[in-house]
């Protein structure tokens, strides 16, 4: 999973049944200095309810040709309330990332 520097991020939300719970993207790293490594999404449940994301997609989309270059699946992942999840490629280089979109 690579971060350009024009990607746009966008989350679909397909079929939540938890009205009152709010996912929002929190923090993005998208560019390192020198290789491509160490990149992440965090993402943060600010309601007062666990949220599961089945049914979740997280697309990445290029910002200069709008072309989504990569959709991953966040089924099975659950954010507790008040609770981050951190999405990376490769768990080795993020501290604290709690899902391998590369797994």
Do not use: H, K
């Not at 929190?26 to 049914?55: P, R």
Request: negative net charge; contains cysteine; glycine residues 8%.
């Amino acid at each position: 999973m690579r971060f350009p520097l024009l990607t746009l991020v966008a989350i679909f939300v397909l079929g939540t049944n938890q009205a009152r719970a709010q996912v929002i993207i929190n923090e993005i790293d998208y560019d390192q200095v020198g290789a491509d490594v160490g990149e992440f999404i965090e993402l943060f449940n600010n309601s007062i309810v666990s949220v599961s994301l089945d049914g979740w997609t997280l697309e990445l989309v290029n910002g200069f040709n709008t072309t989504i270059y990569e959709s991953i699946d966040l089924s099975g992942q659950n954010i507790a309330a008040g609770g981050f999840l951190v999405i990376c490629e490769d768990m080795n280089n993020v501290p604290n990332c709690d899902f391998d979109a590369r797994a």
